[in-house]
């Protein structure tokens, strides 16, 4: 059984879409403020987070970033009035996994936390090869990265699943409409901004010179290539 976290300062909402998913077969797990999510979050490894925003104490924002940040990479998916795109990238760039605007349908809600879990590997089928490539190190499923000296790499979660997806393809061109299908996997894309921006953080950890890659190339025109 599932475990989902709902983060939702109203609390009927709240309520409401706790019975929905319990009807559907999940365990419920509420919290009302953005410091008793983080809270719970941490303490009760639900399998995928739905996330409000606009939430006293501590926003969505600073949830999901603080998240990430703790290399906590639980699904999030966040759920919020506000509309604008830079709200929107905003929170996939924090590390959000989806986007759902308010007012939405419980049955859109559920469908997106299904497409969200049934793209989300259990643990026990997430390879346990540490990539060596240059002079850094990665292990894959636990989410760590280190430099020759054994320093870790601080990487976000959308930066390990843009660079395990680069290593799996290996030597073929990926244009950044698929990284944001594959990578994403959003029915309403982010820019191709957004992937841009992710690269130029990458290569900042991984490349001994960001200014002339050796391992993230661009493909003028169309995207990018990996290469040991």
């Not at 300062?9 to 365990?27: C, P, Q, R, S, T």
């Not at 996994?97 to 559920?110: A, I």
């Not at 950890?205 to 391992?215: A, F, L, M, Y």
Request: glycine fraction near 6%.
């Amino acid at each position: 059984m599932d475990r989902i976290l709902i983060v939702e300062d109203e609390v009927a909402l709240a309520e409401g879409l706790k019975d929905n998913f319990e009807i559907e077969g999940y365990e419920v797990i509420l919290a009302h403020d953005g410091e008793e999510g983080l809270a719970k979050a941490l303490s009760e490894k639900p399998n995928l987070i739905i996330l409000d925003i606009m939430m006293p104490k501590k926003s969505g924002f600073d949830v999901c970033k603080d998240l990430r940040n703790s290399g906590n990479q639980t699904p999030i998916i966040m759920l919020t009035a506000r509309t604008e795109e830079v709200d929107r990238v905003l929170g996939l760039e924090l590390g959000a996994d989806d986007y759902v605007p308010k007012p939405f349908s419980t049955r859109e809600l559920l469908a997106r936390v299904k497409a969200v879990l049934r793209r989300t590997p259990e643990k026990k089928e997430t390879s346990t090869d540490v990539y060596d490539f240059g002079n850094i190190k990665v292990d894959f499923e636990h989410y760590v990265a280190y430099d020759a000296e054994e320093n870790p790499v601080e990487m976000t979660y959308k930066e390990f699943e843009i660079l395990k997806f680069f290593i799996t393809n290996k030597g073929r061109t990926i244009s950044r409409d698929e990284l944001l299908d594959k990578v994403w996997g959003y029915e309403i894309y982010p820019t191709s901004r957004t992937v841009d921006n992710h690269i130029v953080k990458l290569r900042k950890k991984i490349e001994d010179d960001q200014n002339s890659p050796k391992h993230i190339l661009t493909v003028y025109g169309i995207g990018y290539k990996y290469i040991d």
